[in-house]
């Protein structure tokens, strides 16, 4: 899928889905932490994989407790969820790519909403 789009690409608001609530605030799906962790991770192995991936946004830093979306890295209570573990083992493994990771609550200009986390491979001097 990934040839059919010329350029360079972001992989935009991936993360670890852990719970969805309707508007009554009924859970209508739950993911267990394990298995969500196991997103972030291959959101990393996509990247690693593919050079033209040159951003990626991990979506949430912390849900409250009863949000309607909960993908969050660390829980309503403040603990870290194994998601945490997986997105700090990943950017420690993508050091010698020589990404680099930014915490955000802000929304810039150009990006998606805040509480992100934005992984960012810089550019590199082109050969002379």
């Not at 996509?46 to 040159?54: K, Y």
């Amino acid at each position: 899928m990934l040839a059919t789009v010329p350029g360079k690409l972001w992989i935009e608001e991936t993360g670890a889905l852990v719970a969805l609530r309707n508007a009554s605030g009924r859970q209508t799906l739950a993911v267990d932490e394990v298995t969500a962790a196991r997103a972030i991770d291959r959101a990393f192995a996509i990247a690693a994989a593919n050079p033209r991936v040159t951003r990626m946004y991990v979506y949430q830093w912390k849900a409250n407790a009863l949000d309607r979306f909960d993908a969050g890295l660390v829980r309503p209570d403040g603990t870290a969820r194994p998601s945490y573990a997986a997105l700090v083992r990943d950017i420690a493994a993508q050091s010698a790519l020589r990404w680099k990771a930014t915490w955000s609550t802000k929304r810039p200009a150009a990006a998606p909403a805040a509480d992100h986390v934005r992984v960012e491979r810089p550019r590199l001097p082109r050969p002379a």
